[in-house]
């Protein structure tokens, strides 16, 4: 282990025995070379490496475990984590340090959060120079100075040639994702999708940084140009969070991974790990243009006969990912911090067409929206699904929550009221009716909406209080058809929407039911009922 460095109090994490050659903190350019003479991967035309990752595209919820011990016995949310014993996680460890005698380890040392005060030391040791490339553009590189010296304070280990032994470890497959937040250790074995990598240093983010006052969030952030009035995109897969926060007119922090300190917002990461089905240039011309330049990294996307990357192919998934630096982005800050938010907006995509376009949320109803985490999936966005299908991922996070979503509910609540924010909530899904009857909320309506939202503009503006929901909605707004803002006026058969509005009220409220012994009254008072439909 000469040269590799120990952590601060003098333990290595990892100690190799006998391993190959040794790649430490190498270059993007030294790691894409690597890649293509270890035939990792092949280049598109416009010079990006593309990979696949074989069996698993996407992250492997049911294999991911949590040492349970005195660190974690009343700290963690079992009812959403697995848990294997330390004497599990000690065989695992002893049997990856075996499985690593001989190969080849790149070691890439990176710092996670923008934010000095509160960024965490990482050192992540992995077998293939693509992840490595990977992880070097989605955390952040300290400086060289920093690196001279540099003691870990978390460490992952990716291994995916690894198969697991259920039997001796206590897994449910030969893919394994164990984490040891006594010792700050992961292993990960089984499995090629780079994203469990960055995942694992964003779950320790979050089981760590409350206890210091930190609130972590699955978010995007964006901010005024010229610095401040930023806000923060809480939403689920397809709700808009990415192509919304990439507003050419903002200044972008990132796409994914955020804190809320004492000093403001500040990015977890260096990069951004994008999804590509169907991306266009049209439609996201910042993504699109950073995933087919120069240095690009393309996981899982299909290759045209000329090189040329075909995005609308979703023939090895339909979780096809661009990765690359936040620099490839040409409105991204080059700090990744910002001030105080002055606007939340959490993002929805409501398929049964119930939701207005944007309503204004007191605190309370913040927090209950955010402890829901609402969406709705329709056909064809996942395999075997059909109609629509609604989804409820609390804190707009679900799998990533070590601790109890009424903790970062309750910081969040907090803050909110510390900083006097706004709270929207934006829906992009359906209107004049559900999927398959109606259409898709106008793309132009909902940017002129959140402009108006983040402006300050509707702040003021004259209100309805929604029958059902009981939040604020916007009467009118200059150059909007005032009957989007009110989604019953848009169904044809009034009495349709009431069935479905009671409908969707009914599965927030079935939802909510495992929150309500760790919520306030004024949060349950947030709640939708059923006898409040409209007449």
Not at 338 to 354: E, Q, R, W
Not at 393 to 408: E, I, K, L
């Amino acid at each position: 282990m000469a040269g590799i460095g120990n952590d601060a109090a003098g333990n290595v994490l990892f100690p190799l025995r006998n391993p190959g050659r040794i790649y430490r903190n190498s270059t993007a350019a030294e790691l894409l070379e690597q890649s293509l003479s270890r035939n990792e991967g092949v280049l598109t035309n416009g010079g990006a490496l593309t990979v696949e990752t074989g069996l698993h595209t996407g992250r492997s919820a049911l294999d991911k475990f949590t040492v349970r011990d005195a660190t974690t016995e009343d700290a963690l949310w079992w009812d959403n984590n697995r848990s294997i014993t330390p004497a599990q996680f000690e065989a695992l460890l002893e049997d990856f340090l075996t499985h690593a005698e001989g190969r080849d380890i790149f070691i890439q040392e990176l710092h996670a959060g923008a934010d000095a005060t509160h960024r965490l030391r990482a050192r992540v040791y992995l077998e293939n120079a693509w992840h490595a490339l990977f992880i070097g553009y989605l955390l952040r590189r300290p400086e060289p100075s920093e690196l001279e010296d540099f003691s870990p304070e978390f460490t992952v280990v990716n291994l995916p040639s690894f198969r697991a032994d259920p039997e001796r470890y206590g897994t449910n497959s030969e893919t394994v994702i164990a984490c040891d937040f006594t010792r700050k250790l992961v292993l990960i074995g089984g499995t090629s999708y780079a994203g469990e990598t960055k995942k694992s240093v964003f779950g320790y983010l979050n089981f760590l940084l409350p206890e210091k006052g930190v609130m972590p969030m699955h978010c995007s952030a964006n901010e005024a140009r010229g610095g401040g009035d930023s806000a923060i995109f809480f939403g689920l897969s397809g709700t808009g969070k990415t192509t919304l926060s990439a507003d050419p007119k903002r200044t972008l922090l990132g796409d994914d991974e955020h804190g809320w300190s004492e000093n403001g917002l500040f990015n977890f990461e260096g990069g951004c790990y994008a999804k590509t089905i169907r991306l266009s240039r049209e439609a996201e011309p910042e993504i699109y243009d950073a995933s087919i330049r120069s240095g690009a990294l393309l996981e899982n996307v299909v290759l045209k006969a000329d090189g040329s990357p075909d995005f609308d192919d979703g023939a090895l998934t339909e979780n096809a990912r661009s990765a690359y630096p936040l620099e490839f982005i040409p409105n991204a800050s080059a700090t990744g911090t910002s001030g105080h938010p002055k606007n939340i907006v959490m993002l929805t995509a409501d398929a049964f067409g119930v939701l207005p376009p944007i309503a204004k949320l007191t605190p309370s109803q913040a927090m209950y929206h955010f402890l829901s985490g609402y969406t709705a999936k329709v056909a064809g966005t996942e395999k075997g699904l059909k109609g629509v299908e609604a989804t409820f991922s609390t804190c707009f996070g679900a799998p990533f929550m070590p601790r109890h979503p009424s903790v970062y509910g309750n910081l969040l609540r907090q803050l909110i009221a510390e900083h006097d924010v706004d709270c929207w909530l934006v829906n992009t899904g359906w209107t004049s009716g559900k999927y398959g009857e109606g259409h898709r909320m106008p793309i132009k309506a909902t940017r002129a909406l959140l402009n108006g939202a983040l402006d300050g503009s509707l702040a003021d503006a004259e209100m309805r209080t929604d029958p059902v929901f009981g939040f604020k909605v916007p009467v009118a707004m200059e150059g909007i058809d005032a009957a989007i803002l009110n989604p019953r006026e848009t169904w044809a058969d009034k009495g349709a929407y009431d069935v479905q509005a009671q409908a969707l009220v009914q599965m927030f409220i079935d939802n909510f039911e495992k929150f309500e012994g760790h919520v306030g009254p004024d949060v349950l008072d947030a709640a939708p009922a059923v006898w409040q439909a409209a007449e």
